[in-house]
């Protein structure tokens, strides 16, 4: 079982140039997460997906696009990327019961220079 | 006033002690409660989750929940150098059109020394 699956690990990027960060999940979950990690920042949600077909924005979300592709698929997009992006980004999945947790990929390492 | 807080740490202890982490929560409506480990590097990785007032054990974690005091803490017997992480702890909340955020402290870091 592969959980939550990140694509890429690792990028570096020049100001201005867009990407997308890819997620997808096998646990057949209904929300789907977006979140960055910057030192003594804690995770912050940037967007989520309650279920298939709907995006809404976090804390974080300026900057950002998302794109819920299907029931499996959740996408991050950069579209004009700068320096103040860069962080760790982790996509998580969860059912939306309150006893259920959500389940990390292993993580994108975005630099921009 | 953050959500979630947590003491940053380091909180450092010797092999074979007890490790007692701490987290205070703000929304008195929070439901659940969760503690994640995340390894230098790595990404988060569920421990335990408690919903109950009360103690809840698992192997060498204890989660302990006090809703009135709004205080979750994990407790983390036998301490050995492998814990060594940080530990996050997340709490679970409703919002006013009905999505169930998770929000996370910014974490302990722990250090067990053999």
């Known amino acids: 079982n592969a959980g939550v699956t990140q694509t890429p690990k690792f990028q570096v990027l020049k100001t201005g140039q867009s990407m997308t960060l890819q997620c997808a999940q096998d646990?057949?979950?209904?929300?789907m997460y977006w979140y960055r990690q910057d030192p003594g920042m804690g995770l912050r949600l940037i967007y989520y997906s309650a279920s298939e077909g709907t995006t809404d924005k976090g804390e974080v979300p300026n900057g950002y696009n998302v794109s819920r592709l299907n029931k499996r698929e959740f996408s991050l997009r950069l579209e004009s990327a700068a320096p103040s992006q860069t962080s760790v980004y982790f996509c998580a999945s969860g059912d939306r019961e309150p006893n259920q947790p959500q389940h990390f990929g292993d993580g994108t390492r975005l630099s921009i220079l | 006033q953050k959500e979630v807080e947590q003491n940053s740490g380091p909180l450092s202890v010797p092999e074979g002690a007890i490790a007692s982490l701490n987290c205070t929560y703000s929304?008195?409506?929070?439901?659940?409660f969760f503690w994640y480990r995340q390894y230098s590097g790595k990404s988060p990785e569920l421990i335990m989750f408690?919903?109950?007032?009360g103690d809840k054990e698992d192997g060498r974690f204890t989660a302990q929940l006090n809703k009135a005091s709004q205080y979750v803490s994990l407790l983390i017997r036998d301490s050995q150098p492998s814990d060594s992480a940080t530990y996050l702890c997340a709490v679970k909340s409703i919002t006013n059109t009905g999505f169930q955020k998770l929000v996370f402290g910014t974490g302990t870091r722990l250090l067990v020394s053999p």
């Open positions: 408690i919903y109950s007032n």
């Open positions: 929304d008195r409506g929070s439901q659940s």
């Open positions: 646990m057949n979950h209904n929300s």
